[in-house]
């Protein structure tokens, strides 16, 4: 009677356990499972302010692009006003402006106020191109980042799965 006793007692002990060690590891993976939810709910909030920035980037080559054409705009209407003036007080100093040298200096004029136009568009277009590199930078990152929580996600459902696995493979060992 004592012999049954014992193995009873024992059986029941490794049952027990058994049932502790499921128990944990169903909460082990209750934890898990939150953590996967939180870490990709962080996941998605990275990649929308990734996708946001780039956005803003975009838009801001967009500006600066305007921005280069408006002032380059604005400095050929201030170099013709200039020559305009020249050649008012020309006039007024009875200097002919038909002459050889009012000429060549209307050309360089001419010439210098396209050079400057040209120098702030290309100015611009090279401030436009920084903010679109960082768009592309942006994108490039919101896409690594996902593809990052993909790969660690599927890794932390394997490393779940397994858990489980090794758990209920204790466990039935007990009872062999």
Do not use: P, W
């Amino acid at each position: 009677m004592c012999i049954i006793t014992t193995t009873v007692a024992s059986t029941a002990a490794i049952a027990a356990t058994a049932i502790l060690s499921t128990a944990a590891t169903a909460a082990s993976a209750a934890v898990s499972l939150s953590q996967i939810s939180a870490q990709k709910k962080a996941t998605a909030y990275q990649i929308e302010q990734s996708k946001n920035q780039a956005k803003n980037a975009e838009l801001q080559a967009a500006y600066e692009r305007q921005e280069g054409i408006e002032e380059a705009r604005q400095k050929k209407l201030n170099s013709i006003l200039n020559m305009h003036n020249q050649k008012a007080k020309l006039a007024a100093n009875n200097i002919a402006l038909s002459s050889q040298s009012v000429l060549n200096m209307e050309e360089d004029l001419k010439l210098n106020s396209e050079l400057d136009a040209l120098t702030i568009s290309q100015n611009a277009e090279k401030k436009a191109q920084y903010y679109l590199n960082k768009r592309n930078n942006l994108y490039q990152n919101a896409a690594l980042i996902s593809f990052n929580n993909k790969l660690n996600t599927n890794k932390a459902y394997v490393q779940l799965g397994t858990s489980a696995f090794n758990s209920s493979s204790l466990s039935s060992k007990n009872f062999n």
